[in-house]
């Protein structure tokens, strides 16, 4: 049995991210084999966020390529605001639907 990771598309109880809310890479050019990846990627973004405000800093530690991934959770209608910050600082806020 493979052990699961911080990038898989489930989590645990505070990490929960339901299968209906897969959201895989919406750009074109990703290989088949990245997609687990960056669709894990995108469901530990999309799960913090949830949880609140999250930092560029903190984004970043989930995935190097954290606006890519923003801006597939986008593409799935969800609205993600960004409120630059000084020193290069940005928080990114889950709008309420």
């Keep these: 049995m493979r052990q699961r990771t ?9 990490m929960s991210v339901k299968a209906s809310h897969r ?18 990627q ?11 405000p999250a930092t560029n800093a903190e984004l970043a530690a989930i ?15 969800y609205r993600i605001e960004c409120r630059r910050g000084e020193g290069g600082v940005n928080v990114y806020v889950l709008e309420k639907p």
């Design 6 to 14: 911080f990038f898989d598309a489930e989590f645990d109880s505070d």
């Design 23 to 40: 959201m895989p890479p919406t750009d074109r050019n990703v290989i088949p084999p990245d997609e687990p990846r960056l669709t894990g």
């Design 42 to 52: 995108n469901a530990a973004i999309f799960a913090r966020l949830k949880r609140g």
């Design 63 to 77: 995935s190097l390529k954290y606006t890519s991934r923003i801006s597939d959770i986008r593409a799935h209608g």
